[in-house]
């Protein structure tokens, strides 16, 4: 028999949708899956997801805190971190470094100060 399973799907705030898009979709490749807002002129709320992962990004003031981060399971991160430093993206140049615990660690701050720590297992 098995039991439940879950998913935890981070909400992140934004608040600039065009910063938002600009650091997620076009530098870290993010596909958008959709966007809700409840009138025109509402705050914008989406989901982005790349390789498994996926995140709520809100504009909304009440649904979490700015300065937030995700701790984010990788494989392939020396790739990863090759396509996003080749991209022309001025406002972040992260590195790809040893993880104190072990394996490689690399860090991204987006526009709203939350940020995405990505870890991969190297077995070191």
């Not at 490749?29 to 709520?56: I, K």
């Not at 992260?94 to 720590?117: H, I, K, Q, S, Y």
Request: charge should be negative; charged fraction near 20%.
């Amino acid at each position: 028999m098995t039991g439940p399973a879950f998913a935890a799907v981070p909400i992140l705030r934004i608040f600039d949708a065009t910063k938002a898009l600009g650091f997620y979709r076009d530098w870290l490749g993010f596909a958008v899956d959709w966007e809700h807002r409840f009138e025109p002129t509402a705050p914008l709320y989406m989901q982005v997801s790349r390789g498994g992962m996926r995140l709520h990004l809100s504009e909304h003031h009440g649904d979490c805190t700015p300065g937030s981060t995700v701790f984010v399971q990788a494989t392939a991160l020396s790739d990863f971190h090759a396509e996003i430093i080749a991209r022309d993206y001025p406002y972040n140049r992260p590195g790809l470094d040893p993880a104190p615990w072990g394996g490689l660690v690399m860090e991204v701050t987006d526009p709203f100060a939350n940020r995405l720590r990505f870890w991969e297992d190297t077995g070191a």
